[in-house]
Nanobody, 121 residues
């Protein structure tokens, strides 16, 4: 089970830190990712991290602004989001996969419930 938290409402240029706590699964066996879905749009890949945390991947639109990380001792993943803009407004989901295809949502087995991020201009 994955539990996402940390969403909220911020003004453009602000920051938020999302967390994703895992329970009931062997955390280090899974690559982890963040996806987001804006109203009327399809769910899109945001960021992913390898099992050890030494490899990360980002969608181009968040590179240099977002940082994904994980603490395997705490069974928790994070997404630090800086320089937020209104286009980042969406429900953010965390997910876990055992496959190397970390950017592809259909390969993720476990999903969190989503946390709302709203950025106003």
């Amino acid at each position: 089970q994955l539990q996402a938290s940390g969403g909220g409402s911020v003004q453009a240029g602000g920051s938020l830190r999302l967390s994703c706590a895992a329970s009931g699964l062997r955390f280090t066996a899974y690559r982890l990712g963040w996806f987001r879905q804006a109203p009327g749009k399809e769910r899109e890949f945001v960021a992913a991290i390898s099992r050890s945390g030494d490899t990360t991947d980002y969608v181009d639109s968040v590179k240099g602004r977002f940082t994904i990380s994980r603490d395997n001792a705490k069974n928790t993943m994070y997404l630090q989001m800086n320089s937020l803009n209104p286009e980042d407004t969406a429900v953010y989901f965390c997910a876990a996969t055992t496959t190397p295809a970390m950017t592809v949502s259909r390969f993720y087995k476990y999903w969190g419930q989503g946390t709302q991020v709203t950025v106003s201009s």
